[in-house]
């Protein structure tokens, strides 16, 4: 699972998901030390693919297991997966999902993690790669959406999970966050994750579990 491209499955699998290329950053930040780069975390991260569907969870998919992996935080704080875009499904803002784990060691263990939360991309960059052959079937879904309604970033208009994109269609889109996590406080971030979450370990995933909530005011806690 420790890897930085996510686009193809592994192990028995080697199918690749197709799509718009994206690279997607992280930067965490250790509130309780003032605001430092957490290093040596690992970051879990997961999405849909261009279909809007969710290896090991979505029907026909239970054997692969791409668009999922983990990377260690190097000395900034820093991770970045190499992925592509991906669709917006009913009822749901286009969104990238992330757990956050102490270290390396701690990854097979959900209880372990310091927070659960999502990305939010960018209106402008869905715009200009929904208009793009394959996305087609996400047109109508993202039109219907917006970021007050949705069930995870509704509570801030997703102030503090707005992801900031940049790029073309051509050669791909960068998307980046710096996500503050306050170890402090008790995990408040969502329950075990939905959405077509699973374990790093590749354990049974959810039938349809509580999307995680999204982070409070004040950053996202531990």
Request: hydrophobic share 30%; aromatic share 8%.
């Amino acid at each position: 699972m420790i890897r930085q491209d996510i686009t193809s499955s592994f192990g028995t699998s080697t199918t690749k998901a197709e799509g718009i290329p994206m690279t997607l950053t992280l930067i965490v930040l250790d509130m309780v030390n003032g605001g430092t780069p957490f290093a040596g975390v690992a970051v879990y991260v997961w999405q849909c693919d261009r279909d809007g569907n969710y290896s090991m969870y979505s029907s026909g998919l239970e054997d692969e297991n791409y668009l999922r992996g983990v990377q260690i935080a190097d000395a900034d704080g820093k991770v970045t997966f190499t992925s592509i875009y991906p669709a917006c499904y009913s009822g749901r803002w286009p969104h990238v999902h992330f757990e956050v784990y102490p270290d390396q060691n701690s990854i097979s263990d959900a209880d372990q993690r310091l927070t659960t939360s999502q990305v939010a991309l960018p209106k402008n960059v869905c715009d200009a790669v929904y208009a793009t052959t394959g996305y087609q079937a996400s047109i109508d879904k993202f039109a219907r959406l917006t970021l007050a309604t949705d069930n995870v970033f509704g509570d801030d208009g997703g102030v503090r999970q707005m992801g900031a994109g940049s790029g073309d269609v051509t050669s791909g889109y960068q998307v980046s966050l710096t996500v503050p996590i306050d170890t402090s406080t008790e995990p408040t971030g969502g329950n075990a994750p939905g959405d077509g979450g699973a374990p790093p370990s590749g354990g049974t995933p959810p039938g349809g579990g509580t999307p995680p909530s999204g982070a409070p005011n004040g950053g996202i806690p531990g």
